[in-house]
């Protein structure tokens, strides 16, 4: 089945600044691949998501990137604020028999220094 | 997006006792999944809501442990029986509208067994 490996597990960076967190998998069918964010005490909530026949998408702040021949994705914040701190989960779902099941990585837990 | 409704939140059961949590969507939604989420872990997936019929379960999972009924589109419910400390975890519904759709998560049932 799928892996999904992702890095760092945690990350602690200044306000204003980039975060990148990477995820690799492992099935090259895979073709859908979302991050959720989690903050405490929450459920995960989609912030954005990629599939196989785009290489990057933006949303104002976020951005992610996919290299479908090095199977790895990235998630970009750029200009982090203090309400970005949560755990970030990437994911990433196959194109076989059992097409809606998600595979998530591990997590990355972000914190935004003021 | 569908608006996903958790019960209890949380509670607190005792060793040997049965749990059931609820999951309401404010939408008919094509899939229902059941999540589990171990403290500071990530999400694994305990099986697939079926309507009508008997739910799918992952490997590690089984229907004696997690029984699950889905009655409709828009209902679903988990059990966890004869619970030990080691079922102390969030319990998470989520949703998708096609096979292919994005995943909505609820705000998760966290359950503490004592």
């Known amino acids: 089945g799928e892996n999904v490996e992702q890095h760092p597990s945690t990350l602690s960076v200044q306000e204003g600044d980039s975060a990148v967190i990477k995820c690799t998998y492992s099935?090259?069918?895979?073709?859908?691949f979302p991050w959720y964010k989690q903050e405490l005490g929450k459920g995960p909530q989609l912030i954005i998501d990629?599939?196989?026949?785009?290489g990057e998408k933006k949303d104002q702040r976020i951005a992610v990137t996919l290299n479908k021949t090095a199977k790895h994705f990235s998630l970009h914040i750029t200009e982090t604020q203090p309400e970005d701190s949560a755990v970030y989960f990437c994911?990433?779902?196959?194109?076989?028999?059992?097409?809606?099941?998600?595979?998530f990585g591990k997590g990355t837990l972000l914190t935004v220094n003021p | 997006s569908a608006v996903i409704s958790q019960k209890p939140s949380r509670d607190i059961c005792q060793r040997g006792t049965s749990l059931t949590i609820q999951c309401q969507v404010d939408?008919?939604?094509?899939?229902m999944f059941w999540y589990r989420q171990q403290p500071g872990q990530s999400l694994t997936l305990i099986a697939t809501?079926?309507?009508?019929?008997?739910?799918?379960?992952e490997s590690g999972f089984v229907i004696d442990k997690f029984p699950i009924s889905r009655p409709n589109l828009t209902f679903s419910t988990l059990t966890v029986s004869n619970m030990s400390p080691e079922d102390s975890s969030i319990y998470l519904c989520?949703?998708?509208?096609?096979?292919?759709?994005?995943?909505?998560f609820g705000e998760g049932s966290r359950l503490t067994v004592l």
């Open positions: 989520s949703v998708s509208t096609s096979h292919t759709g994005e995943l909505f």
């Open positions: 939408s008919q939604v094509t899939m």
């Open positions: 990629i599939r196989s026949n785009v």
């Open positions: 099935d090259s069918a895979s073709n859908y």
């Open positions: 994911a990433a779902r196959g194109s076989g028999g059992s097409n809606y099941k998600l595979t």
């Open positions: 809501a079926n309507q009508g019929s008997e739910a799918t379960y």
